[in-house]
């Protein structure tokens, strides 16, 4: 054996390991990005929030409907949270000595937005438009689940891609189950 042929098959040796590498940090790789993905958008089903904000004083007992404070959730695809001047206009005369509503006098104060961590989020590749929902006949509970009760919002849904699928499925929803209705 000469020196050549030594060398061609280490060649040869070194291009049938590419192949299996590749394949190997491609999957190793999806693997961190899926471990990501589920620590981003589904590990804390209950966070502690800057203001801790109960929906059972305000939603049951003071009777708020959803739509007061979310009140763009009919009309854009996030329902989004009220402004702090939208809190200030109950709170500069209703509970002004709690701890809590001092937190929201600050913010209110620096004219800074209260931080809040989103409980119920979908990954950005997702296309969740809520007022397509509304509009549908959907109540809130149905997916966010007996919020009204919550003195701190726990997700009580996956929201993940089967539960989504399973929802049109059982209401048959036209295009319920094409890709490109979510992901846009």
Same mark, same amino acid.
């Given at each position: ?139 809130? &509970? ?29 209401? &048959? ?12």
């Amino acid at each position: 054996m000469n020196k050549s042929d030594t060398s061609i098959s280490v060649r040869d040796a070194l291009a049938h390991f590419k192949i299996p590498v590749f394949i190997g940090l491609v999957g190793m790789g999806g693997f961190v990005l899926g471990y990501l993905v589920q620590v981003e958008f589904y590990s804390d089903i209950s966070p502690v929030q800057p203001i801790a904000f109960s929906h059972r004083i305000h939603v049951s007992q003071n009777e708020i409907p959803c739509m007061y404070c979310h009140a763009h959730a009919d009309k854009t695809p996030s329902a989004g949270v009220p402004s702090v001047s939208k809190c200030m206009g109950c709170h500069k005369v209703i509970a002004t000595d709690s701890p809590e509503i001092q937190k929201l006098y600050e913010y209110w104060k620096k004219q800074e937005p209260i931080p809040w961590i989103k409980v119920h989020d979908v990954p950005d590749f997702v296309h969740f438009p809520h007022k397509r929902h509304i509009k549908a006949g959907l109540e809130c &509970q149905q997916c966010h689940g007996p919020v009204e009760t919550m003195d701190r919002v726990t997700r009580v849904s996956s929201l993940k891609m089967p539960w989504c699928v399973d929802c049109h499925t059982e209401r &048959q929803v036209e295009n319920g189950r094409d890709c490109w209705t979510c992901h846009k």
